[in-house]
């Protein structure tokens, strides 16, 4: 039998158990381990969803195929369940860098647009800060360049 709530299609435990080929106990076993977590009616009557039912695949499909025990199929979800939250916060990272990376793009075109002499970056050279040079004694020729000891 299936309910509606919100939109979403629900699946009730005597539906799932007979398209899956899976005794009930089977179900109940799953949500007491922890591996499925179906919603409850006020009456406490369990309510699969379609993400519940592929959680449920995922799991027939360890135990089945693979022959992975409880445990491990524990295990191997949770370790989905980590990857996941992951790939969720390197997303949010790469957005966050996609972000700056163009708003620095723009601050530099800014920069370019309104300098004095325009030149790339690429051309400029950095060079050390010198100390003050010495003062020219007072009536030096400062039109000579200083010669140099040998």
């Known amino acids: 039998m299936t309910a509606k709530r919100s939109g979403q299609a629900y699946y009730?435990?005597?539906a799932v158990a007979q398209k899956y080929n899976i005794h009930p106990q089977t179900l109940r076993l799953y949500e007491r381990e922890g591996l499925l977590k179906p919603s409850?009616?006020?009456g406490n009557?369990?309510?699969?969803?379609?993400?519940?039912?592929e959680q449920l695949e995922t799991i027939l499909s360890l135990t089945r195929d693979l022959g992975v025990n409880l445990?491990?199929?524990?295990?191997?979800?949770?370790?989905?369940?980590k990857i996941e939250a992951m790939q969720h916060e390197v997303n949010e990272f790469m957005d966050?860098?996609?972000?700056?990376l163009s708003r620095g793009i723009?601050?530099?075109?800014?920069?370019?647009?309104?300098?004095?002499?325009?030149?790339?970056p690429s051309h400029l050279v950095r060079t050390p800060p010198e100390?003050?040079?010495?003062?020219a004694p007072a009536g030096a020729d400062l039109t000579e360049e200083p010669r140099r000891k040998a």
Do not use: C
């Open 12 to 14: 009730m435990i005597s």
């Open 45 to 53: 009557t369990r309510l699969y969803s379609d993400n519940d039912l």
């Open 96 to 100: 966050y860098v996609k972000r700056e």
């Open 71 to 81: 445990a491990g199929v524990e295990i191997i979800l949770n370790m989905r369940q």
């Open 40 to 42: 409850r009616t006020e």
């Open 106 to 120: 723009g601050d530099w075109e800014q920069r370019l647009s309104t300098a004095l002499v325009k030149s790339s």
């Open 131 to 135: 100390a003050d040079p010495p003062a």
